[in-house]
DNA sequence: CGTAAGTGACTAACTAGTCAGTTACTTCAC
DNA sequence: GTGAAGTAACTGACTAGTTAGTCACTTACG
């Protein structure tokens, strides 16, 4: 029998991932986790103190895997929003465990996420300032829209299957993703400065 | 009292569908639930016959409501997304309540979903064939990534604020959302598409 | 007075968290 | 080496509070 409190945590962070990225915060039992991971309950209010900060640490873990997996490349945005897609289809326990996230703790985005996301807006102002990418819009609401699309077909939304797609139509998603980025984020010649404010005409779609 | 059980029963589904919108369907309690509608939570079990079927109940209705507040529009896809958004912004619920039920229910689509989804992408495919869209991505493929487009800053992305935006800044989004659609869907000349493609792109995003 | 609408009290099952006690591993005197 | 002592890891049993769902009964209305 282990007993290295590291390979514990483990075991547990491993088996807590797998029941709230299933089931989420509320509908996560601290029974089931305990069970699984082959440990008594309470080594879980030992190791990390409660069902909320074992979701904590269970979510810190999976961003941090993803930073890693997926590098913003702001000179490359089709192949960044492709590899992204890939990685969530790939590892769907991500993407569900940070639409539990949102849902269940709105505004509770962590540490780790906003300052990533801070210095992927700031390499990409940085891209576009160069011309390397289309500056009709300002960097952060260019990349929500970026991060929206390689979301595409990801957990959490109606186009999700329950079960992996065939490798030929994730290719084809992932081609369909890269060509929307590509046309959303190529700089455009024809279109002169990019300091100009040129957008939606201006026009008032309801009133 | 109201003694009419019609009006009973839309008031548990209008507190329903705020307990669930909030917490989810595992999150959600019944006797909230009846508490705030102000009836007994047996009635919910005489009119609806369980938590779980109540949460159908509200979801259908909410999906009915969206459907009619956001017409599709093939030929203004731009137009379209913006019109999504702006309700999804303005009516919170209904986005968390897709992501509950995509969550907690993998692979339960409602069938008024599921058709509506299929009517829009014959209505897209059209208007590909017409040449009033770019055909370079397959219809489905297409209206997936519209629609993700329309998602962004929505409930249960970690792009959503947990309060109301300011007008301003919701202005710029629908814009921006706008804007990269058209990118997307907009008839390109240089494609050497068979169908003639003429210009389609008319000043106003929306008629 | 018959019936549909509605109520309050109840329960069986579950669930997060606690706690006293046990087990295995390390240290160190001899 | 060896065994006593100390300690970190671990366990089983327990509890207090919740929760979905039920049921016998009452109320209002035509």
Redesign the pocket.
Known sequence: ?????????AGILAAATEEFARHGIAG?????I?AAA??????????FG???Q?FDAVYEAAVREILEAAPFDAYDLPGYAAALLEFHIGHPHLMRLSRWNALERPGAVPQTVREAGEAKTAALARAQEEGRVDAALPADRLLALVVSLASTWTEGTPDAEPEGVAAAALAARRDAVATAVRRLTAPRADRGHPAGPRLAAGSHPRD
């Open positions: 029998m282990a007993r290295d409190s590291r390979i514990t945590r996560a039992r601290v029974d089931r305990a082959g440990y008594n309950k309470n080594l879980i209010y030992v190791h409660g069902k909320d074992l």
